[in-house]
């Protein structure tokens, strides 16, 4: 079964400031794998996805992220971040071939100061 | 834009007693995730339908815990009986197939207080 860590529980940052969340995955085959955000009273929403092709994934709001396969790593990162960035982030991952279950890590809480 | 409707959005109940929660998926959409959240971690997978069978239950707590998606297209999740440890977020969850390269759409949320 595939399991997702999520290193950074809080982190707490000035506008401006450059943003970098790890996510790692344990799972030998292939996945498919996702960030998603819930800003403060809303619903868990999709960021950016990684399915094939290039590694290096633009979403929304300015957001990206790199899957290092031989990392098992697939980290969120936005150079500079705004006060409304501030929300949950989860790193999900769901293995190709099975039942293409999401499994989600613990999320990091981020919070942005103006 | 299509969203995934839970109801009710809050609910406050009493140990031993029964709840039930609802959920309609997006329209076309075969595969429907019930999650569990509590506070200060990811969603949990409780069971996985596609269409109106169920893929996966392995995490759901059969003995107080039930769940159908009879017609499937709208779900019912069951806690019979509520139990303090059953406070946290109910997360319903969409996409269009189990099999596929596609993302899960989730829904707003119950959030469930057992007292």
């Known amino acids: 079964a595939q399991s997702v860590s999520q290193h950074n529980h809080h982190v707490i940052l000035s506008e401006a400031a450059s943003l970098e969340l790890g996510c790692n995955y344990s799972?030998?085959?292939?996945?498919?794998l996702f960030w998603y955000v819930q800003y403060p009273g809303q619903h868990l929403q999709l960021l950016l996805k990684y399915f094939s092709g290039d590694p290096l994934v633009k979403g929304i709001k300015g957001f990206e992220a790199e899957f290092i396969k031989s990392k098992f790593s697939f980290n969120l990162r936005k150079p500079s971040v705004q006060w409304s960035d501030t929300a949950e982030y989860f790193c999900?991952?769901?293995?190709?071939?099975?039942?293409?279950?999401?499994?989600f890590g613990r999320g990091t809480s981020l919070i942005v100061h103006p | 834009e299509a969203e995934v409707a839970q109801s009710p959005r809050y609910k406050i109940t009493e140990k031993s007693q029964a709840v039930a929660f609802w959920c309609d998926p997006i329209s076309g959409h075969a595969t429907l995730y019930w999650y569990r959240q509590i506070l200060g971690q990811g969603p949990e997978l409780l069971v996985q339908f596609q269409d109106e069978s169920v893929v996966d239950d392995s995490q759901l707590p059969k003995d107080r815990f039930s769940a159908e998606r009879l017609k499937g297209v709208d779900s019912t999740l069951k806690i019979q009986p509520a139990e303090l440890g059953d406070s946290a977020m109910y997360l319903c969850?969409?996409?269009?197939?189990?099999?596929?390269?596609?993302?899960?759409?989730f829904g707003q949320g119950t959030r469930l207080t057992v007292v």
């Open positions: 969850a969409s996409s269009l197939s189990h099999n596929s390269n596609t993302e899960a759409f």
């Open positions: 999900a991952v769901n293995a190709k071939g099975g039942s293409y279950i999401p499994t």
């Open positions: 799972y030998g085959g292939t996945v498919n």
